[in-house]
C-alpha cells in the first residue's frame, strides 16, 4: 500500500485514485492517517521533505524518494525535455535529489529557492515534474505562462504512458512488489 502526500483538491484526487487503479496497488493519503504503522506500506514521493520524512513514521517499509532511486532517474532520461521544473526546497536531502536529475543531464529549475523559473530564459518546452494532477500543478504552469507565454509544458508523470509500469518496476527492484 502506497503511502502518499494526499490534497483536498478533486483533480488530484482523481488522478491519484486513477493511477493506482492502473498498477494495481492501494494507497492511503498521509492527510488523513495519524498515528501508528501501517503494516504494509510504503511512502510514494517524487524527493525528500517534511512530508516524506513524516511518512517515514507510518510506513511499513522504507522507499527512498523516487528522485533518490537511480532505476527511476535512468527512466527518465530520453522521455523529459531538457529544462525540468519541480517545487523546490531548502532541505538537504531533497537538493541531493534534484543533483541527480542535473547529474543525468536535466537543467532544474525551482518555483520556490534558487535557480528559479522567474531568472531562467524560456526554453521552449519544459517538465512540470510533479506525480500527480492539481492545484499545485496549476499554479506551477499559470506562474510560467506569465514568464513564458510561448513555452510548451507537460507533465506531470501520471499523465504519461510509461510511468506506471516505471514506478512498477521500482517497487519490485525495492523489494516491495513480487
Do not use: Q
Not at 71 to 78: R, S
Not at 93 to 109: D, K, Q, S, W, Y
Not at 132 to 148: D, P, Y
Amino acid at each position: 500500500m502506497a503511502l502518499i502526500h494526499g490534497s483536498r483538491d478533486s483533480e488530484y484526487v482523481s488522478d491519484v485514485d486513477s493511477f493506482f487503479k492502473r498498477i494495481g496497488i492501494s494507497y492511503i493519503f498521509l492527510l488523513e492517517h495519524h498515528e501508528g504503522i501501517i503494516p504494509e506500506s510504503f511512502p510514494l514521493f517524487l524527493n525528500w521533505g517534511r512530508d516524506y520524512e513524516r511518512a517515514l513514521r507510518f510506513a511499513g517499509h522504507r522507499l527512498n524518494p523516487l528522485l533518490g532511486i537511480e532505476e527511476f532517474i535512468n527512466g527518465l532520461k530520453g522521455r523529459l525535455p531538457k529544462t525540468i521544473i519541480i517545487h523546490g526546497s531548502s532541505d538537504t536531502e531533497a537538493l541531493r535529489g534534484v543533483e541527480a536529475l542535473r547529474n543525468a543531464g536535466f537543467e532544474v529549475r525551482f518555483l520556490l529557492g534558487e535557480p528559479s523559473v522567474y531568472s531562467m530564459e524560456c526554453p521552449s518546452e519544459a517538465y512540470l515534474l510533479f506525480l500527480f494532477k492539481g492545484v499545485i500543478v496549476k499554479r506551477a504552469a499559470e506562474t510560467i505562462k506569465v514568464k513564458c507565454p510561448l513555452i510548451k509544458l507537460n507533465g506531470p508523470l501520471s499523465s504519461e504512458p510509461w510511468f506506471p509500469s516505471l514506478v512498477l518496476r521500482v517497487l519490485k527492484s525495492s523489494g516491495l512488489l513480487d
